[in-house]
C-alpha cells in the first residue's frame, strides 16, 4: 500500500472517531453544564497526553511563547463549549457543516492579525464558501445554536492561526500538553461555580469524546507525516458524510436538499484542485480518454 494510501485511510479512520466523538456528545442531550463538560474533556485529555510529554527531552518539555499557548489554550475552552451547545440543538449535518467554515473564517482573520494580501482566487472562493454557510443556516429558519456553532468555527480559526505564532521547533506533544493543561484553571473554577449533579453515564461519554478527539488528532498528524496535504485532505470532509450518515440512522436527522447544496458549497473552495487538475493531466489515460476535461484544465 502506498504511504499516500496508508494516509487517506488513516485520515478517514480519524474523522470517523471525530464523527463518534460527537455523537458522545450528542447523547448527553444537554444534562449536563457546559462547563462541567470542558472541565472533564479537558482533564482527561491531558492525563492520556501526560505520559507522552514525560518521555519528551526535558528541553522539549518547556514551556515556550507563553501568550499564545495561554490564549490557544482558553480558545479550546471557549470552542469546546460552543460546540457542545452547537451538537446538542443542532442537527449533526448542520452543526458539522458550519465547523468547516473554520478554514474559510482563517482566511479574513490572516489579514487582519498577520497582515497577509491573498489572491483574487482565495476571496472569490472564500466568498463561495459563506454562501454555503447561509444556504445551511437559512436565516429564515435561523436557530439560536447556530451562532454557537458559528463561536466554534471561529476558535478554531483563531486556533489555527496562531499556530505560526509558536516555535517550529516544539514537538507537537509539547505544544498539545501545556495548551490543554493551559485551560484548566479557568475550566475548572467555572465548573465549580455552576456544578450540578452528574452520572457516571454522562462522564463516561465526555471522556469517550475527549479520547476519540485525540485519536483523531494523532491519526492526522501520522496521516500528513506520510504525504502532502494537498494529497490527502480530500479525505478530511469524509467526516461530513459520516455525520450525516450517523444524524440520519440514529438521530433522525434528514439533510434536506438546501443543507446538501450548503455543505458542497463550503467544501468545493476547500478542496485541492489543482493538484487534482495537475494528477488527470499527467496520466494519459485520463487526458486521452476525457479530452473535454484536459480543455478545461488549460483554462484554470
Known amino acids: 500500500m502506498s504511504p499516500q494510501s496508508v494516509a487517506v485511510m488513516l485520515l478517514v479512520v480519524g474523522n470517523l472517531a471525530a464523527s463518534l466523538s ?14 462541567q463538560y470542558i472541565f472533564i474533556r479537558q482533564l482527561t485529555s491531558v492525563a492520556i497526553i501526560l505520559p507522552f510529554w514525560l518521555q519528551l527531552h526535558h528541553r522539549q518539555r518547556k514551556l515556550t511563547a507563553i501568550i499564545t499557548t495561554v490564549t490557544r489554550g482558553q480558545l479550546i475552552m471557549i470552542g469546546s463549549g460552543c460546540m457542545m451547545i452547537a451538537i ?19 482566511l479574513p482573520l490572516s489579514i487582519w492579525l498577520l497582515k497577509e494580501t491573498p489572491n ?3 476571496v472569490i472562493s472564500t466568498c463561495i464558501g459563506f454562501i454555503g454557510v447561509l444556504i445551511v443556516l437559512r436565516p429564515s ?11 466554534t468555527a471561529i476558535t478554531l480559526a483563531l486556533f489555527n492561526i496562531l499556530v505560526r505564532r509558536l516555535p517550529s521547533e516544539q514537538p507537537m506533544i509539547a505544544t498539545l500538553f501545556w495548551t490543554t493543561l493551559s485551560s484548566l484553571p479557568v475550566s475548572t473554577a467555572l465548573a465549580y461555580i455552576y456544578w ?4 457516571n453515564t454522562q462522564v463516561l ?44 440512522i440514529g438521530f433522525n436527522e ?3 436538499g438546501f443543507t446538501i447544496a450548503g455543505i458542497a458549497l463550503i467544501i468545493a473552495p476547500l478542496l485541492p484542485w489543482k493538484s ?8 494519459p489515460l485520463l487526458t486521452a480518454s476525457k479530452p473535454s476535461i484536459r480543455k478545461t484544465e488549460k483554462h484554470h
Do not use: C
Not at 460527537?22 to 462547563?35: H, Q, R
Not at 429558519?141 to 463561536?151: E, N, R, V
Not at 450540578?196 to 452520572?199: F, G, H, L, M, S
Open 276 to 283: 487534482v487538475l495537475r494528477r488527470r493531466e499527467k496520466h
Open 141 to 151: 429558519q435561523f436557530h439560536w445554536a447556530a451562532i454557537f456553532a458559528l463561536g
Open 120 to 122: 483574487v482566487t482565495k
Open 196 to 199: 450540578q449533579p452528574i452520572t
Open 88 to 106: 446538542t440543538y443542532l442537527p449533526l449535518a448542520t452543526a458539522n457543516a458550519v465547523f468547516y467554515a473554520a478554514p474559510l473564517i482563517m
Open 22 to 35: 460527537d455523537v458522545a456528545v450528542k447523547l448527553l442531550e444537554g444534562g449536563i453544564s457546559p462547563f
Open 254 to 256: 434528514i439533510p434536506d
Open 205 to 248: 461519554w465526555i471522556v469517550v469524546s475527549a479520547v476519540l478527539i485525540l485519536t483523531y488528532n494523532g491519526l492526522a498528524v501520522l496521516a500528513y507525516k506520510k504525504a502532502q496535504a494537498s494529497q490527502v485532505a480530500l479525505a478530511e470532509y469524509s467526516g461530513l458524510v459520516f455525520v450525516a450518515i450517523i444524524g440520519a
